[in-house]
C-alpha cells in the first residue's frame, strides 16, 4: 500500500485513531493507519510495560508474511532478519517417532515482534502509552474518529458493549499453560505422556536459535486429578519439565506469569458499534493448536487499514472490513474447532498404530488433506498407505471393505436421499434410472432413500415403502438392474418410520409443513409435535402400537430379503419414529419405554433384533443415529457412544452416523465433513465400523478421513445429485483404473478426462535490453 489520505474523517481533516491493546494487531493497525496518512494523530494504550508479553514464540504463514511485504517492507525486512525456519514435524507416540516433512513453518519470539512493532510505531509517530489503562472505550468514542478494540481474549470493550456485539463465548474442556525452553527444537514437536492421572500433551516449536515454546495440555479432569490445581507457577513449570524430561532432553522450563488456561472461543455477532471496531482475539479466538491467533490478528489489521483506505466513508469501511474478514475467520475457527476437539479425544486414538495416529493428527483441522500431505511428504504418505493396505498405485477409497459375506469393491457409498416421487410407495421409473445411474457410477453401495413400513410411516405422500407387494417387485427391478449392469455394485435399503414427521409436503413445496388436505394421523414415542402450532400432535404409541410397529418392519423387512437388497439400515436418526424414542427431548414416557438411555434404546433395540431375526445371516445390518440433537438437553456425542454400544452388541455391523434433525430448534455447527468428529469417536472407541456423512465433498477428504481411521465408508449425497459418476470421476482424476473402480462396457471410452484447450504459453527465453 502506497501512503495516501484515507476519506473516513471530515472533509480536510485526518483521522484521529485510539487504539486500544499494544499487542501485535494493534500495534499493527495503528502503524500501517499511520503509513497511509502520516497526518493521523493515533494513540495505542497498553496496560502493562513494553516488555510484558503474554506467550514466547509466535508462528506466522507464507500468506501472511506476504501481505506485510506488500503493505510495509520496512517491518517485513526486520520481521526476515528474525525468522527461524524448519520444515519437519515430529510427532512422537508410545516410544515411535514419526516424522513428516515439507510443512514451512517461520516464527520469531513475540517479545522481539513487539520491539519491532513499537520502533516503526514511533518511527511513524504514533504515540505509545503503556502503563496505561486505556479510558472507556465509549469515552474515546466521543473524542476520536475510530476507536479500534484490540483488547485481547477478556475485551473489556467487547464486555462493556456486549449488547452491540452480541458476543458466544465457549470455554472448552482442556486446561494449557505456556511456557519455554532454552533450546531449539529441531521441529515442530507433538509428544504425548501418558501418566496415572490420564494423558497429556506437549506442543513445541522453536522461536529463535536457543529457545522454543513449550505448551503443555490436559483434559480438566486429568489436571485436576494430576494436583496442578494445587501447583504454584514453578510447582507447575518443574513438574511439566519432569513429565516431558525426554522431549525437552532433560533442560529446564521457564515461565512468564504462567497460568493454566481454559481456552475460550470467541465469536461476536457484531465487529463494530458506531465508530468502535473489534480487532483480534477481542473479535474472534481460534485454538492455538493451529497457530492463527497472532496470525488472524494481523491480517485483520491488513484489512481494517485497507478498506479505511478504499472506502469513502468510515462506517462503510468497518463494514466491509467486517464482510472480508468475518469468512475467512470462521473457516479458520472451524478448522481450529476441529483440531481443539481432537485434542480433547486424545485418549480415544491413542490405540491406532503409529503412523496412523500421525497422520490422524496431523489431518485433525481438515485443512491438511491426504493429497495435501502427498504433495509435502510423499514418502510419509506412501507408509500410511501401505501400512492401511493399500496396493501399489492404488487410493485408499479403492481398497475393498467388508461387512460379513458382503465385500464392497471400494469404499464410497450414495446415501440415502429422499426423491419424493413414488405414487402409492412404488419406486417408478425414476427411481430405477437416479439408482442405477449411481449404481453405474462406481460406488461401492448404493442406498435407497429412506424406504417407509407403512403408508401411515410415510413422510410425504411421494415417499417410497415397502409394505406391499407391487412396491416388492418394483424394487426387485431396480436391484435386479444394479446387479447386472453394475457388477460389484452393492445396493442397501433403508427401512424407517416417519413418527412424527411424517404427513408433510413435498420438499419442494414446504419441507416440514402439513399437508393442505389428506393428512394421515401420527403416531410417536409421545404426544409432541414437531413444530407447535403447525404440525399435528402425534398419538403416543401403547402396547398394541408398539406391536404394530415392530410387525410393520419385521414384513418390510422380510420383503427386502426377497427383493435381493445385499444390506439392510435401520433409519433411528434425524427425529424420525425410532429416533424420537431415543432423544429424550422427544420421549417424555413414563414406562419402561422412557426415562434413561436405556429404556429409550428399549424400543429401537426390539425393532432390531425383530429384523435380525428375518434378514439373512450373511447379509450386513448397519443403524443410521443422530449423534447429537445440537440442542440443550439433548442427545449428545457421549449418549452418541453408548447408543452405538448397544445397537453392536445386538448384531449390527457398522454405525451410520448423521446427527440432529430431531428438533426443529436445533443449533447444528455447519463446516465440512462437519458430522465426521462423531464418527471418529464413535468408531475408535468401540471398535465398530463406521459411515462417516456430512458435508464429505471431495476424493482427497474421503481419502483423508479412512487413512485416519476416523471411518471405514464415506456417504457422500449432494455430491452423487451434482455428478452421478462422482466416484469414477474420482478415479479418473487420481489416474487410478482398477479393480476399485471398474468403468461400464460401454462407457469405458470415456474413463478418461475430456482433453481441453492449451492454457500454457511459451516461456521467455532472451531478454532485450
Same mark, same amino acid.
Given at each position: 500500500?502506497?501512503?495516501?489520505?484515507?476519506?473516513?474523517?471530515?472533509p480536510g481533516s485526518s483521522l484521529r485513531v485510539a487504539v486500544i491493546g499494544g499487542g501485535p494487531g494493534g500495534l499493527y493497525a495503528a502503524a500501517l493507519l499511520k503509513r497511509l496518512d502520516p497526518a493521523r494523530e493515533i494513540t495505542v494504550w497498553e496496560r502493562n510495560a513494553a516488555d510484558d508479553t503474554f506467550g514466547f514464540g509466535v508462528v506466522l504463514s507464507d500468506e501472511t508474511l506476504g501481505g506485510i511485504e506488500h503493505a510495509d517492507p520496512v517491518i517485513y525486512r526486520a520481521l526476515q532478519d528474525e525468522f527461524v525456519r524448519w520444515d519437519d514435524i515430529d510427532i512422537v507416540h508410545r516410544g515411535h517417532t514419526l516424522t513428516s516433512g515439507g510443512h514451512g513453518f517461520a516464527a520469531l519470539g513475540r517479545r522481539r515482534l513487539l520491539e519491532i512493532l513499537h520502533e516503526r510505531c514511533t518511527d511513524l509517530g504514533v504515540r505509545? =502509552?503503556?502503563?496505561?489503562?486505556?479510558?472507556?472505550?465509549?469515552?474515546?468514542?466521543?473524542?476520536?474518529?475510530?476507536?479500534?478494540?484490540?483488547?485481547?481474549?477478556?475485551?473489556?470493550?467487547?464486555?462493556?458493549?456486549?449488547?452491540?456485539?452480541?458476543?458466544?463465548?465457549?470455554?472448552? =474442556?482442556?486446561?494449557?499453560?505456556?511456557? +519455554?525452553?532454552? &533450546?531449539?527444537?529441531?521441529?515442530?514437536? #507433538?509428544?504425548?505422556?501418558?501418566?496415572?492421572?490420564?494423558?497429556?500433551?506437549?506442543?513445541?516449536?522453536? &522461536? %529463535?536459535? *536457543?529457545?522454543?515454546?513449550?505448551?503443555?495440555?490436559?483434559?480438566?479432569?486429568?489436571?485436576?486429578?494430576?494436583?496442578?490445581?494445587?501447583? *504454584?507457577?514453578?510447582?507447575?513449570?518443574?513438574?511439566?519439565?519432569?513429565? #516431558?524430561?525426554?522431549?525437552?532432553?532433560?533442560?529446564?522450563?521457564?515461565?512468564?506469569? %504462567?497460568?493454566?488456561? +481454559?481456552?475460550?472461543?470467541?465469536?461476536?455477532?457484531?465487529? %463494530?458499534?458506531?465508530?468502535?471496531?473489534?480487532?483480534?482475539?477481542?473479535?474472534?479466538?481460534?485454538?492455538?493448536?493451529?497457530?492463527?491467533?497472532?496470525?488472524?490478528?494481523?491480517?485483520?489489521?491488513? +484489512?481494517?487499514?485497507?478498506?479505511?483506505?478504499?472506502?469513502?466513508? @468510515?462506517?462503510?469501511?468497518?463494514?466491509?472490513?467486517?464482510?472480508?474478514?468475518?469468512?475467512?475467520?470462521?473457516?479458520?475457527?472451524?478448522?481450529?474447532?476441529?483440531?481443539? =476437539?481432537? #485434542?480433547?479425544?486424545?485418549?480415544?486414538?491413542?490405540?491406532?498404530?503409529?503412523?496412523?495416529?500421525?497422520?490422524? @493428527?496431523?489431518?485433525?483441522?481438515?485443512?491438511?488433506?491426504?493429497?495435501?500431505?502427498?504433495?509435502?511428504?510423499?514418502?510419509?504418505?506412501?507408509?500410511?498407505?501401505?501400512?492401511?493396505?493399500?496396493?501399489?498405485?492404488?487410493?485408499?477409497?479403492?481398497?475393498? #471393505?467388508?461387512?460379513?459375506?458382503?465385500?464392497?469393491?471400494?469404499?464410497?457409498?450414495?446415501?440415502?436421499?429422499?426423491?419424493?416421487?413414488?405414487?402409492?410407495?412404488?419406486?417408478?421409473?425414476?427411481?430405477?434410472?437416479?439408482?442405477?445411474?449411481?449404481? @453405474?457410477? $462406481?460406488?461401492?453401495?448404493?442406498?435407497?432413500?429412506?424406504?417407509?413400513?407403512?403408508?401411515?410411516?410415510?413422510?410425504?405422500?411421494?415417499?417410497?415403502?415397502?409394505?406391499? !407387494?407391487?412396491?416388492?417387485?418394483?424394487? %426387485?427391478?431396480?436391484?435386479?438392474?444394479?446387479?447386472?449392469?453394475?457388477?460389484?455394485?452393492?445396493?442397501?435399503?433403508?427401512?424407517?418410520?416417519? $413418527?412424527?414427521?411424517?404427513?408433510?409436503?413435498?420438499?419442494?413445496?414446504?419441507?416440514?409443513?402439513?399437508?393442505?388436505?389428506?393428512?394421515?394421523?401420527?403416531?410417536?414415542?409421545?404426544?409432541?409435535?414437531?413444530?407447535?402450532?403447525?404440525?399435528?400432535?402425534?398419538?403416543?404409541?401403547?402396547?398394541?402400537?408398539?406391536?404394530?410397529?415392530?410387525?410393520?418392519?419385521?414384513?418390510?423387512?422380510?420383503?427386502?430379503?426377497?427383493?435381493? &437388497?445385499?444390506?439392510?439400515?435401520?433409519?433411528?436418526?434425524?427425529?424420525?419414529?425410532?429416533?424420537?424414542?431415543?432423544?429424550?427431548?422427544?420421549?417424555?414416557?413414563?414406562?419402561?419405554?422412557?426415562?434413561?438411555?436405556?429404556?429409550?434404546?428399549?424400543?429401537?433395540?426390539?425393532?432390531?433384533?425383530?429384523?435380525?431375526?428375518?434378514?439373512?445371516?450373511?447379509?450386513?445390518?448397519?443403524?443410521?443415529?443422530?449423534?447429537?440433537?445440537?440442542?440443550?438437553?439433548?442427545?449428545?456425542?457421549?449418549?452418541?457412544?453408548?447408543?452405538?454400544?448397544?445397537?453392536?452388541?445386538?448384531?449390527?455391523?457398522?454405525?451410520?452416523?448423521?446427527?440432529?434433525?430431531?428438533?426443529?430448534?436445533?443449533?447444528?455447527?455447519?463446516?465440512?465433513?462437519?458430522?465426521? !468428529?462423531?464418527?471418529?469417536?464413535?468408531?475408535?472407541?468401540?471398535?465398530?465400523?463406521?459411515?462417516?456423512?456430512?458435508?464429505?465433498?471431495?476424493?482427497? *477428504?474421503?481419502?483423508?478421513?479412512?487413512?485416519?481411521?476416523? +471411518?471405514?465408508?464415506?456417504?457422500?449425497?449432494?455430491?452423487?445429485?451434482?455428478?452421478?459418476?462422482?466416484?469414477?470421476?474420482?478415479?479418473?482424476?487420481?489416474?487410478?483404473?482398477?479393480?476399485?473402480?471398474?468403468?461400464?462396457?460401454?462407457?469405458?471410452?470415456?474413463?478418461?478426462?475430456?482433453?481441453?484447450?492449451?492454457?500454457?504459453?511459451?516461456?521467455?527465453?532472451?531478454?532485450?535490453?
Open positions: 500500500m502506497s501512503p495516501r489520505p484515507g476519506p473516513a474523517g471530515p505509545l =502509552r503503556f502503563r496505561s489503562p486505556a479510558p472507556p472505550a465509549a469515552e474515546l468514542a466521543a473524542t476520536h474518529d475510530l476507536v479500534i478494540a484490540a483488547d485481547g481474549v477478556n475485551s473489556l470493550t467487547r464486555e462493556a458493549h456486549a449488547d452491540a456485539f452480541a458476543p458466544h463465548i465457549t470455554t472448552h =474442556r482442556c486446561r494449557y499453560i505456556w511456557l +519455554a525452553a532454552d &533450546f531449539a527444537f529441531d521441529a515442530f514437536r #507433538f509428544e504425548i505422556a501418558e501418566t496415572e492421572h490420564g494423558v497429556m500433551q506437549l506442543h513445541g516449536y522453536p &522461536f %529463535s536459535s *536457543d529457545a522454543s515454546t513449550v505448551i503443555v495440555e490436559m483434559r480438566e479432569e486429568v489436571w485436576q486429578a494430576a494436583g496442578f490445581d494445587d501447583c *504454584d507457577e514453578q510447582e507447575s513449570i518443574d513438574r511439566c519439565a519432569k513429565i #516431558f524430561a525426554d522431549a525437552l532432553d532433560g533442560h529446564p522450563l521457564s515461565g512468564n506469569n %504462567s497460568t493454566w488456561i +481454559a481456552f475460550r472461543t470467541v465469536v461476536n455477532d457484531r465487529w %463494530s458499534h458506531g465508530n468502535t471496531v473489534l480487532l483480534g482475539d477481542a473479535a474472534h479466538t481460534a485454538h492455538f493448536s493451529i497457530g492463527s491467533g497472532t496470525k488472524l490478528a494481523v491480517e485483520d489489521a491488513l +484489512a481494517l487499514a485497507a478498506c479505511i483506505d478504499e472506502q469513502p466513508t @468510515l462506517q462503510s469501511a468497518l463494514a466491509a472490513y467486517e464482510s472480508e474478514r468475518r469468512p475467512v475467520v470462521e473457516s479458520t475457527q472451524r478448522a481450529a474447532a476441529a483440531s481443539l =476437539r481432537w #485434542f480433547e479425544e486424545l485418549a480415544n486414538v491413542l490405540d491406532q498404530p503409529p503412523r496412523q495416529f500421525a497422520f490422524n @493428527l496431523l489431518t485433525r483441522s481438515r485443512r491438511v488433506t491426504h493429497d495435501n500431505l502427498r504433495l509435502r511428504d510423499r514418502a510419509f504418505t506412501d507408509a500410511v498407505e501401505h501400512d492401511f493396505g493399500c496396493r501399489p498405485g492404488t487410493p485408499p477409497m479403492f481398497t475393498p #471393505f467388508r461387512l460379513r459375506g458382503l465385500e464392497l469393491r471400494n469404499r464410497v457409498v450414495v446415501s440415502p436421499m429422499d426423491m419424493y416421487s413414488a405414487v402409492d410407495g412404488v419406486p417408478g421409473d425414476f427411481h430405477l434410472v437416479h439408482l442405477g445411474a449411481r449404481a @453405474l457410477g $462406481g460406488a461401492g453401495l448404493v442406498m435407497t432413500e429412506m424406504v417407509c413400513v407403512s403408508a401411515e410411516g410415510r413422510i410425504t405422500p411421494g415417499c417410497t415403502g415397502l409394505y406391499t !407387494p407391487q412396491q416388492a417387485a418394483a424394487w %426387485s427391478r431396480i436391484t435386479d438392474f444394479v446387479h447386472s449392469q453394475s457388477p460389484g455394485t452393492a445396493i442397501g435399503v433403508q427401512l424407517g418410520h416417519s $413418527g412424527r414427521k411424517g404427513s408433510t409436503r413435498l420438499m419442494w413445496e414446504g419441507i416440514d409443513e402439513p399437508l393442505p388436505d389428506g393428512n394421515w394421523p401420527l403416531v410417536a414415542a409421545s404426544p409432541l409435535p414437531y413444530k407447535p402450532g403447525v404440525n399435528q400432535v402425534p398419538q403416543a404409541l401403547d402396547s398394541t402400537g408398539l406391536a404394530e410397529i415392530r410387525e410393520q418392519f419385521a414384513a418390510a423387512t422380510w420383503r427386502a430379503a426377497r427383493s435381493g &437388497f445385499d444390506l439392510l439400515e435401520l433409519h433411528c436418526a434425524h427425529g424420525y419414529l425410532l429416533s424420537g424414542f431415543l432423544s429424550p427431548l422427544t420421549n417424555r414416557r413414563t414406562d419402561a419405554y422412557g426415562g434413561s438411555l436405556e429404556n429409550r434404546l428399549r424400543f429401537p433395540l426390539e425393532v432390531f433384533d425383530t429384523m435380525r431375526g428375518i434378514w439373512p445371516d450373511d447379509r450386513p445390518m448397519t443403524v443410521r443415529i443422530s449423534a447429537t440433537d445440537w440442542a440443550q438437553g439433548g442427545n449428545t456425542a457421549d449418549d452418541a457412544v453408548e447408543i452405538a454400544r448397544a445397537f453392536a452388541a445386538h448384531g449390527a455391523d457398522a454405525i451410520d452416523v448423521s446427527t440432529g434433525q430431531v428438533v426443529a430448534d436445533e443449533q447444528p455447527e455447519y463446516g465440512r465433513s462437519y458430522q465426521t !468428529p462423531y464418527a471418529d469417536r464413535i468408531r475408535n472407541t468401540i471398535g465398530i465400523p463406521v459411515v462417516a456423512v456430512g458435508a464429505i465433498s471431495s476424493w482427497d *477428504d474421503v481419502n483423508s478421513l479412512l487413512l485416519a481411521g476416523r +471411518a471405514d465408508l464415506c456417504a457422500l449425497a449432494r455430491p452423487h445429485l451434482y455428478d452421478p459418476h462422482w466416484t469414477l470421476h474420482a478415479a479418473a482424476e487420481q489416474e487410478y483404473a482398477g479393480e476399485g473402480a471398474v468403468w461400464p462396457e460401454p462407457y469405458r471410452a470415456g474413463s478418461r478426462r475430456p482433453p481441453t484447450g492449451r492454457t500454457d504459453a511459451p516461456k521467455p527465453r532472451l531478454t532485450l535490453r
